[in-house]
């Protein structure tokens, strides 16, 4: 291989491409001739009747779980809510839930409805002898529950 230098001076000086006579002045009405006049539309969701149902079924669907899952509204359980039940019926519920007068006695409802002398009267009247000793037996023993 020959390792001759080339110099730019020594390369001859002619374009290798050539344009057809009148090429650029004939080229925007080419480019105009190939965009149509209106462009084509394509609507964005193509719509069936398979879709129709998909969507009837999934809002049957949300309604249905709206309906199941939303609960409902408790009215207003009136002026006197209890007034119903008798005195036996809520001592026997207590009972039953292992709830005694001294955990009663921590609330401030209770301990409100008790400041009137006429509660505790009331209160201490439907007591049996028995019970009512035993109570105060126990209050002796555990000061520290009242």
């Known amino acids: 291989m020959d ?8 390369l001859k000086r002619e374009t290798p491409f050539s344009v057809p006579e009148g090429y650029f002045d004939k080229l925007p009405q080419m480019i105009q001739a190939r ?7 394509k609507p964005l969701v193509s719509w069936s009747w398979q879709r129709s149902v998909g969507l009837a079924a999934a809002s049957a669907l949300i309604l249905v779980l709206v309906w199941v899952t939303v609960p409902e509204r408790q009215g207003s359980l009136g002026q006197e809510p209890l007034s119903d039940i008798s005195n036996a019926s809520i001592i026997s519920y207590l009972e ?5 007068y001294y955990d009663l006695s921590e609330h401030k409802v209770v301990q409100k409805a008790f400041e009137s002398d006429s509660t505790v009267l009331n209160y201490l009247d439907g007591l049996e002898d028995d019970v009512l000793r035993q109570q105060l037996e126990e ?4 000061p520290e529950k009242i």
């Open 96 to 100: 039953d839930q292992d709830i005694s």
């Open 3 to 10: 390792k001759k230098r080339i110099r730019l001076d020594d």
């Open 139 to 142: 209050a002796m023993v555990a």
């Open 35 to 41: 965009i149509p006049a209106e462009p084509v539309r």
